[in-house]
């Protein structure tokens, strides 16, 4: 029988098994960047670069990432209710107490941000605070808080880097291809035959970017059925959740502000309303749909 802990259980090693699809897939495209060009500096040049910009926006994630929703800091004399909940919940969850931010949109909305948790922020909007009861809003500050507890800031710069590396290494492969590159490569030694080998790289190489960002996204959404779980086994109460979410479903317009950069750190995608419920487009979709993340809190509830 499914409980909270089985499905959280689930949640860790689906993200894991994505991770080493990730590993997988960065290796093949080492490896045939270094067989075409017999060039092994390439790949630790590309991990360098892609390592560098990760860990930047990543140390300064929390300051980048309020300064992008225009959220704004809440006194604990402002709004001393919203304060108590998000302590108490901080402190059940062993975690210290975040900073508190407002964003002034009438959409229901949060996100939680910080580089750990001695750093972190939770934000919710406007229309959130006033949307919610008690315990549909204590559900969502705990999801919060469970993707501060499950170092999902620290996940999500990981998977960026891989992403980066490979779309480093593919960009790299592809402009050295076409401007002589590091001298000679296998290609030229092997006449005319090489050509059709280059072509098969090419298109190899084009298409990883794109694996890359599907394995991203897709640990980005397993990363919110986690928080779902986790936030649900802090509040002991996975309905309040689910009833959360369905007056953030119900809510028909896109959030006035919501840069696509910080897209995947709201609780439910700001832009939602863009998106069709086809396959193709879920693919590429930074959140799981609504409706599956209900039936999820459901079922564990069940």
Do not use: C
């Amino acid at each position: 029988m499914a409980t909270l802990y089985t499905h959280r259980a689930e949640n860790i090693r689906a993200t894991w098994l994505l991770f080493g699809a990730f590993v997988v897939l960065i290796a093949g495209v080492g490896w045939v960047v270094s067989y075409a060009y017999d060039a092994y500096i390439i790949f630790p040049i590309a991990v360098a670069i892609a390592v560098f910009m990760s860990v930047a926006s990543y140390w300064f994630s929390d300051k980048m990432v309020v300064a992008f929703s225009g959220a704004k800091p809440v006194l604990k004399q402002d709004d001393p209710e919203l304060y108590r909940t998000v302590e108490n919940l901080a402190i059940a969850a062993g975690l210290p107490a975040p900073k508190i931010y407002i964003v002034e949109d009438p959409a229901p909305n949060a996100f939680a941000t910080g580089r750990d948790p001695n750093h972190a922020v939770i934000a919710v909007t406007r229309g959130l605070r006033q949307g919610l009861e008690k315990p549909e809003l204590e559900g969502v500050l705990a999801h919060e808080l469970a993707h501060i507890g499950n170092n999902d800031m620290f996940i999500a710069t990981v998977a960026a880097v891989l992403a980066g590396v490979i779309a480093t290494l593919a960009d790299l492969f592809i402009r050295m291809t076409f401007h002589g590159g590091f001298g000679g490569s296998r290609r030229d030694r092997r006449g005319s035959g090489g050509a059709l080998i280059l072509v098969g790289l090419i298109g190899a190489l084009v298409l990883a970017p794109i694996a890359a960002t599907l394995l991203r996204l897709a640990i980005s959404r397993r990363r919110e059925f986690l928080a779902d779980a986790s936030g649900a086994l802090l509040t002991r109460h996975p309905e309040a959740l689910a009833q959360a979410l369905e007056k953030i479903s119900a809510f028909s317009l896109p959030m006035r502000r919501a840069p696509e950069a910080i897209a995947h750190l709201w609780l439910s995608d700001p832009q939602i309303q863009k998106h069709k419920a086809s396959f193709f487009s879920r693919l590429f979709m930074t959140h799981p749909p609504l409706e599956d993340r209900i039936r999820a809190l459901r079922k564990i509830a069940a």
